[in-house]
């Protein structure tokens, strides 16, 4: 089941994100800074339950079994250099590991375009690590291009990453 994101799913969505880092990212980042995320939970929860008691973000969870098994988090585009307030944004999207590949991700995905389309935006954008090439193809499949020249550098943990974006019409999906 996909629903709104309710104040008190906030344990869940930080757990999800956590351990979807966790498995994602392996070979990307360093062992030691993964492992240290755990450490991040009581803060990750406290930022969500404030974000979704202020409703400031619009944030959708797939639940299994009454368990929160994953969750996407759209908005108006972070970027500087959206104009016209009519670009929206896949700011996050995390499902646990096990559930890769069952729909879950696609079934997120469709509730955050939804999402963004009743909020009027007429475009949207993603920011995906250049080397997650897992999410990459999930995003090449639902219709997103990669930006010519969007490449920005990112540090975590100590190794040094890049992200790409993506754009897509919202007019087309």
Known sequence: M????????????AQVHIRSWQH???DLMPAHYLDS??????RRETHWRRALESEQSCVWVAQLNEQVIGWICVGASRDEDSTGGDVGEIE??????SHWHTGVGLALWNAGVRALKAQGFKRATLWVLSGNERARRF???VGCLEETGSRRPLERGGAS?????YGFS???T
């Open 2 to 13: 996909i629903r709104k994101a309710l104040p008190c799913d906030a344990p869940a969505i």
């Open 24 to 26: 994602a990212y392996r």
């Open 37 to 42: 995320l755990d450490t991040t939970l009581a």
């Open 92 to 97: 996050a999207l995390y499902v646990i590991a």
């Open 139 to 141: 995003y090449q499949r």
């Open 161 to 165: 990453l890049a992200e790409v974006r």
């Open 170 to 172: 919202l007019s087309a």
